[in-house]
């Protein structure tokens, strides 16, 4: 069964520091892969988004994901963390030619100044 | 006004009320969607529409009935709700019935059955 798992629940992290955040996925073809983040009391923002191609892909607000096969994993980095990234994070695979959209769990990032 | 657009943000609803969401589009989207985000289970899809015509509903109670009278406007008209209806309830627009483009989101509105 198609299925996204984020392992982490909450991180924090101290501004400044470097950020990754887990998602691994279960999905027979090629996967359609994307990060989304939810800032308290507001909807999901496309942070980015693979298809195919460069495995390392870039997004907005200083974020990247790489991509690895072998490992069924899309994890989110940025090197360094603002206060204003504390929000919840979510991985999505696209299934179904990319018509409908599995959702993982969410990790919640808390920063400390 | 940009973007996708919920009103009201909050609604606090009696069990024998009848009430109404709204959400509103001006990106020129063709498909909009329905989502119900509860603590501590993934988002859940209820229901898509695509140029006004409902594509999808994910076996959601009858007490929630959707309509989309033009491809701009949403609505999820609510009656007879039960507790556990109380959610965050997330209107999203995009380009086609794809993710290709990704999702717009509106901000929400918060649910709360009394």
């Known amino acids: 069964a198609q299925s996204v798992t984020q392992p982490d629940i909450h991180i924090t992290v101290s501004e400044g520091a470097s950020l990754e955040l887990r998602c691994n996925y279960s999905?027979?073809?090629?996967?359609?892969l994307f990060w989304y983040v939810q800032s308290p009391g507001q909807g999901l923002q496309l942070l980015l988004k693979?298809?195919?191609?460069d495995t390392l892909v870039q997004g907005i607000k200083g974020f990247e994901a790489e991509f690895k096969r072998s490992q069924s994993s899309f994890n989110l980095r940025k090197p360094s963390v603002h206060w204003s990234d504390a929000a919840e994070y979510f991985c999505?695979?696209?299934?179904?030619?990319?018509?409908?959209?599995?959702w993982g769990l969410g990790t919640s990032l808390g920063v400390n100044p | 006004e940009t973007g996708v657009t919920q009103t009201p943000r909050h609604l606090v609803m009696g069990m024998t009320n009848k009430k109404s969401l709204k959400c509103e589009q001006h990106l020129g989207h063709n498909a909009m969607y329905w989502y119900k985000q509860s603590a501590k289970k993934p988002l859940e899809l209820m229901f898509v529409y695509s140029l006004e015509e409902r594509v999808e509903n994910n076996s959601v109670p009858s007490r929630f009935s959707p309509e989309c009278p033009n491809s701009s406007h949403l609505f999820l008209h609510l009656h007879t709700l039960q507790p556990e209806d109380s959610a965050l309830y997330l209107c999203?627009?995009?380009?086609?019935?794809?993710?290709?483009?990704?999702?717009?989101f509106g901000s929400g509105t918060r649910l709360t059955v009394v």
């Open positions: 999505a695979v696209g299934a179904g030619n990319n018509r409908k959209l599995i």
């Open positions: 999203a627009s995009s380009q086609d019935l794809t993710a290709n483009y990704g999702y717009t």
């Open positions: 999905y027979g073809a090629t996967p359609y």
């Open positions: 693979y298809f195919s191609g």
